[in-house]
C-alpha cells in the first residue's frame, strides 16, 4: 500500500512532457557584442524563447529608447542588425505576421520577443489589493 501511494504520488506531482521542453533561446558570442545591446536582450522587457518573433523596426526602437533613457549613442539600424545575428538570432522576412503587420510582408528577428504591458498589469494588480 506505500509502495502505492508513492506511485500515485509520483504520477500527480510530475508535470507533463509539453510543459517540460525548453524553449529558452541561449545567446551566443556574449564576448564580441556591444554592451548596448548586450543590456537590451538581457533586459526585463525582453523575453528569449525560440517560439518567438519580433518585428525588426519595434526592436529597434525599443533599443534606441534604452538607449536615450541611459545617454549612450545607439548604433544605427544595420550595426543592430549584424550584432543581432552575431548574438544568434535570425533575421528573416516574414508574412502574416503577428501583431500589427498581419497582411504585410515584414522583416523579423526569430527567437526574442518584447514584453508589452509590464506597467498596466502591475497597476491593475496594485490597485485591486489597496482596494
Same mark, same amino acid.
Given at each position: 500500500?506505500?509502495?502505492?501511494?508513492?506511485?500515485?504520488?509520483?504520477?500527480?506531482?510530475?508535470?507533463?512532457?509539453?510543459?517540460?521542453?525548453?524553449?529558452?533561446?541561449?545567446?551566443?558570442?556574449?564576448?564580441?557584442?556591444?554592451?548596448?545591446?548586450?543590456?537590451?536582450?538581457?533586459?526585463?522587457?525582453?523575453?528569449?524563447?525560440?517560439?518567438?518573433?519580433?518585428?525588426?523596426?519595434?526592436?529597434?526602437?525599443? #533599443?534606441?529608447?534604452?538607449?536615450?533613457?541611459?545617454?549612450?549613442?545607439?548604433?544605427?539600424?544595420?550595426?543592430?542588425?549584424?550584432?543581432?545575428?552575431?548574438?544568434?538570432?535570425?533575421?528573416?522576412?516574414?508574412?502574416?505576421?503577428?501583431?500589427?503587420?498581419?497582411?504585410?510582408?515584414?522583416?523579423? #528577428?526569430?527567437?526574442?520577443?518584447?514584453?508589452?504591458?509590464?506597467?498596466?498589469? #502591475?497597476?491593475?494588480?496594485?490597485?485591486?489589493?489597496?482596494?
Amino acid at each position: 500500500m506505500d509502495a502505492q501511494q508513492r506511485l500515485l504520488a509520483k504520477f500527480f506531482t510530475q508535470t507533463p512532457a509539453y510543459e517540460r521542453k525548453d524553449y529558452y533561446f541561449r545567446v551566443r558570442n556574449k564576448a564580441k557584442a556591444n554592451q548596448s545591446v548586450l543590456a537590451l536582450v538581457y533586459s526585463p522587457m525582453v523575453r528569449k524563447d525560440r517560439r518567438l518573433y519580433t518585428s525588426c523596426k519595434e526592436l529597434y526602437g525599443l #533599443y534606441c529608447k534604452t538607449c536615450h533613457e541611459k545617454d549612450v549613442l545607439p548604433l544605427s539600424s544595420w550595426q543592430f542588425k549584424k550584432q543581432m545575428q552575431l548574438l544568434g538570432f535570425v533575421y528573416q522576412r516574414c508574412h502574416r505576421f503577428y501583431g500589427r503587420h498581419k497582411s504585410k510582408v515584414t522583416t523579423a #528577428y526569430k527567437n526574442i520577443g518584447i514584453i508589452r504591458h509590464q506597467s498596466r498589469c #502591475y497597476e491593475k494588480k496594485h490597485s485591486l489589493a489597496t482596494s
